[in-house]
């Protein structure tokens, strides 16, 4: 999972950086509001904490330019404004929840989950598909009879994957949302990874295949 942090205060988005990436979520940190507008219209994210209190562009502004281009991605507004009117504006122009500054880490990872339980994505804490599964706590694949850990972009391209059976992800989506907007990751770093995975998945006797769709993607399937 992918989430965009808009905070104008650099010590504040660094150390939120950091728990979301402790937490193996994948992250991006802006700290303007024009720079979080041109993140946020990519469309390649999965949530978005945005500041209200922003320069060049407000946070208000930023989440209203947002729905008016229809993207729908779930907003977590962050605010140091606790007045009743200021979170019903927030509401208002499009926000899905607001949390007021100042607040303790286990609040924002749980409004976090909600917000991801709210938009279908939560599929507990594993991901299953053929005798293989992928456990979301743990951060490793395991079969009935064995199991391996996974470096964390193994995990984060191993949960696109199983998120999307059926489906081939294209490159160009796993590079933005696993490496980054404006990453200069190349096709090859995928490939390495893609490679690394497929090992792991033999160690361990898994019945599924990452498949190569030349010039497109990759999609699973049982072999």
Known sequence: MKILIVEDEHPLADALTEILKQQK??????????????????????????????????????????????ISTPILLLTAKSLTSDKVAGLDCGADDYLTKPFATQELLARIRALTRRIGEFTGDELRHGNTALDKNAFELKT???????????????EMLM??????????RIIEKIWGYNSDAEYNSVEVYISFIRKKLSHIGSDIQIKAVRGIGYSIEIS
């Open 144 to 158: 009935e009879s064995n199991s391996v850990k996974l470096a964390p972009r193994e995990f984060q391209l191993m």
């Open 163 to 172: 998120s999307n059976v059926g489906r081939i992800v294209q490159k160009e």
């Open 25 to 70: 979520y994948s992250v991006d940190a802006v700290y303007n509001g024009a720079d979080g507008l041109e993140y946020a219209l990519t469309g390649i994210y999965d949530i978005i904490l945005l500041d209200i209190m922003l320069p060049k562009i407000d946070g208000l502004e930023v989440l209203r330019r947002i729905r008016a281009k229809r």
